[in-house]
């Protein structure tokens, strides 16, 4: 018996002299060594002393390291986890024009044409005169075969007539090409009124909105085009993106900006190793 507690004495000492305590292992690296998995009923507390418990940290909160020397502490992080099967926004791209389009305007008849197709090309006058905007034009990437294109455009549109007490009538169209084909369409009307007040100027927002799905992998080049489909007079001034050449000062290039913004939505897949 005395043989045995001399024993545990001896190993006490040792445990005490080390100050390191080894499970798995018989060669500890540090105060607590563990080799194997680890299952951890209750809390985790870190940064407690002697005579004050740890803190145990919120729901949600991650350990961070501090570095060497220092005790780790519980953090809150705004991370967006993705599972495979979702939808997510790649990129966004916005770009803004005060130029626009001012070759439209009086003296210019309407195309005549009355209706456009997906696919229809840009330089197809069959399909319509089309102008572009050039500051809208946009270049960019796409990876990944299954995705979501939204774009969203807005622009201002003014018009004179010639006589502010006759009320006149343009009828146009502005459309989304994608690598110079039509994606996207939206034909208006916009018409002055019988007011001398205002000296046939009228003003409009022209908005489209529109989702592409599943664009092919590669290069994408998007830009902005309008064209004038008709006028009940070809002496109205017309612009799209600014003010018209007789304008009242009442609007300016400023705030009849065209604003384009084409979000790249990828669906998330994980490549297995």
């Known amino acids: ?16 002299a080390n100050a390191q305590v080894g499970i798995g292992t018989t060669k500890p690296k540090s105060t607590l060594d563990v080799n194997g998995k680890t299952t951890l009923r209750k809390e985790l507390r870190v940064g407690g002393t002697s005579s004050q418990v740890g803190n145990a940290g919120l729901n949600g909160q991650v350990l961070v390291s501090q570095g060497e020397g220092k005790a780790p502490v519980w953090k809150s992080l705004t991370l967006t986890f993705m599972e495979e099967g979702q939808y997510k926004l790649i990129n966004s791209y916005l770009s803004s024009d005060q130029v626009g389009i001012t070759a439209l305007s009086n003296s210019v008849q309407g195309d005549g044409v009355a209706r456009n197709s997906v696919g229809d090309a840009i330089d197809d006058t069959s399909k319509g005169k089309w102008v572009k905007i050039d500051g809208l034009k ?7 075969g299954k995705n979501r294109l939204t774009y969203q455009f807005q622009t201002g549109i003014e018009m004179k007539a010639p006589q502010s007490t006759t009320s006149e009538n343009i009828r146009f169209a502005c459309g989304v090409f994608r690598n110079d084909r039509l994606v996207a369409v939206r034909p208006d009307r916009v018409a002055s009124t019988n007011n001398n007040g205002k000296a046939g100027i009228q003003d409009y927002i022209f908005t489209l909105n529109y989702t592409e799905l599943n664009v092919p992998v590669g290069v994408q080049n998007l830009e902005i085009a309008c064209r004038k489909i008709s006028t009940s007079n070809v002496n109205s001034q017309f612009a799209i993106g600014r003010d018209v050449q007789s304008s009242n000062g009442a609007s300016n290039a400023f705030t009849l900006e065209s604003n384009m913004k ?12």
């Open 1 to 16: 018996m005395k043989k045995i507690i001399f024993s545990c004495v001896v190993g006490l000492l040792s445990l005490y």
């Open 138 to 144: 946009n270049t960019f990437i796409i990876k990944n």
């Open 262 to 273: 084409i979000d790249v939505i990828e669906y998330v897949t994980y490549k297995s190793n």
